[in-house]
């Protein structure tokens, strides 16, 4: 019996799926046959739409080809409905207080003009991305592969503000707030925490995406960008940064985008475990061509095209399984655009045999990390973190 088909028997006895729950958990693929929408957003071109308040649009995977995704194509999530209709450049201010020596309120032609300008690459990934792989479901938005994608992000470094606003003694943590709620302590507004350990020189607030402004659902006019890490902390519209010394506990640090605290980062679902913030992406690669259910022509020359990222130590390998993963056959990398930066891939073949057929990627970075397969991932219940090889089913005519 395959353990899927197992949960489902085991769910007719509460007792008897209490007992085998570690065998109830399976995972899966990412759904990613999911519908464009008719109607586009602003500064969007159609993409997959879960929700229009707040909008919560996907990237279709057909677009994971090269290093750096389009604005116009860029994935977009928001967790409160209300988010402002009408920014003022000129009147927009980003507010730096707490316990530093001086309050700050920079506009944003100070803070292009008086700083300087810094430019990464860096993926963007929401830490649920791939959830509709696990099963049983978790909470959330059932996200395919498209939570994702990488840019030329330039601004300044977060380091540079705070200095300029000095630190108190005992000062450890920034909080991050978006513009579309203010009030700081009132919780569950959307508000992030880093230590001041997490910030590097790599960490900037951000105005520009790709060579141009934010778009209005990116962010703008500023946005945290915390290169390798997963992108709940990435703060759009950031208008204020409160600097304290002890940790708030705010309601997206202690509840939300949490993985179990053990080393599978796994639980049985129902488990009450301990948890930790997700924080460092892992490894993971996205085939973009191909698309699932792709026809080949029998001997016609395939080039299958995809994504490779990881946290920062940088991709080393990705390779390709034509065989369900018996054998795997390096891909050759494209331009290294940085290492935090999505690394391209490509791997030519002429498909032999007619019928239906999977192509698997696996990447590998620097620190030997390897993309596992998904039967083992282990389950959360948030459904983070999902980074399985990637298989698409074609089918050679
Ligand atoms: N102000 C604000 N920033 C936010 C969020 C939000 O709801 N409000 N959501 C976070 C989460 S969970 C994700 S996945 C990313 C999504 O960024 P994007 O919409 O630019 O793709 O923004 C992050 N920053
Ligand atoms: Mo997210």
């Known amino acids: 019996m395959k353990r899927r088909d197992f949960f489902k028997t085991s769910l007719i006895g509460a007792a008897g799926a209490a007992a085998f729950a570690t065998d109830a958990v399976a995972i899966g693929h990412p759904v990613d046959n999911r519908k464009i929408s008719d109607i586009p957003f602003p500064e969007k071109r159609p993409l997959i739409t879960y929700s229009d308040r707040p909008p919560l649009l996907e990237t279709p995977k057909e677009y994971f080809t090269c290093s750096h995704t389009p604005n116009d194509l860029f994935f977009v999530r928001w967790h409160m409905p209300d988010i402002p209709t009408h920014i003022d450049p000129a009147k927009f201010r980003i507010n ?52 994702m994608g990488c840019a030329k992000w330039k601004g300044v470094r977060l380091r540079d503000i705070l200095e300029r606003a000095g630190l108190k003694p005992g000062a450890e943590w920034v909080g991050f707030n978006g513009e579309e709620k203010a009030a700081y302590y009132k919780t569950p507004n959307f508000v992030r925490e880093l230590h001041l350990d997490e910030i590097g020189d790599h960490v900037i607030v951000a105005y520009e995406m790709n060579g141009e402004d934010l778009p209005y659902l990116n962010g703008y006019p500023l946005r945290l960008v915390i290169p390798g890490y997963y992108s ?131 990447a590998t970075n620097h620190a030997g990390e390897v993309q596992p397969f998904a039967e083992d991932i282990g389950w959360n219940a948030g459904g983070y973190k999902y980074n399985g090889i990637d298989v698409v089913e074609v089918e050679v005519v």
């Open 96 to 147: 730096v207080d707490g316990e530093v020596e001086k309050k700050l309120s920079i506009s944003l032609e100070e803070l292009k003009n008086d700083f300087e300008p810094v430019t990464v690459s860096a993926v963007l990934q929401c830490g649920g991305n791939g959830r509709s792989a696990f099963k049983p479901t978790p909470g959330g938005i059932q996200w395919g592969n498209g939570a």
């Open 232 to 362: 709940d902390s990435w703060v759009k519209m950031l208008s204020r940064l409160t600097v304290t010394k002890e940790y708030q506990h705010l309601f997206f640090m202690d509840y939300a985008y949490r993985v179990p605290d053990n080393k599978t980062e796994s639980q049985k679902p129902g488990e009450k475990v301990k948890t930790k913030p997700i924080t460092k992406m892992n490894v993971k690669s996205v085939i973009g061509y191909p698309a699932p259910g792709a026809k080949l022509y029998h001997k016609s020359h395939v080039v299958v095209r995809g994504v490779a990222f990881d946290h920062g130590a940088g991709i080393r390998k990705v390779e390709i399984s034509l065989d369900g993963g018996k054998s795997w056959e390096e891909a050759q990398l494209g331009e290294d655009a940085g290492r935090y930066a999505y690394r391209t891939f490509r791997y030519s073949f002429k498909p032999i045999a007619h019928g239906k057929m999977t192509i698997m990627s696996r």
